[in-house]
């Protein structure tokens, strides 16, 4: 069974070096690029898949900056996956001076 990986921020800079990366070293893997634009991620997705003939490389659309959106991948990456095996959190986010961390997390994890 394939190794499955997931890495957001997967089409452009190191996250996108990452996939190129890991695919060098073993092309067997099923990477799933985790992206905020999915028209470009499905080009590095071609590309990759290119270079790389053997791997299976797939696409979920997120942006780490939205709860919903987040939330909406989690559960289609556990719909598509049975495990997930590797998971690079690459995307960055620029923090929000409106957004109470503590309530979030409060909300999030409470009963």
């Known amino acids: 069974m394939r190794k499955v990986v997931v890495v957001t921020g997967a089409s452009s800079g190191v996250g ?3 996939c ?7 092309d067997e893997l099923h990477m799933c690029l985790a992206c905020r634009n999915v028209g470009k991620a499905e080009a590095v ?5 290119a270079a790389h003939p053997a791997a299976e490389v797939s696409v ?21 996956f049975q495990r997930l095996d590797y998971v690079y959190l690459n995307a960055g986010i620029m923090p929000n001076p409106q957004l109470n961390i503590k309530a979030l997390f409060s909300g999030l994890f409470s009963s």
């Open 60 to 80: 979920v659309q997120v942006d780490v900056s939205n709860l919903r959106s987040v939330i909406r991948a989690a559960r289609e990456l556990k719909q598509r």
């Open 45 to 49: 997705r071609a590309a990759l898949l």
């Open 20 to 26: 190129k990366r890991l695919l060098e070293e073993d």
């Open 16 to 18: 996108l070096a990452l």
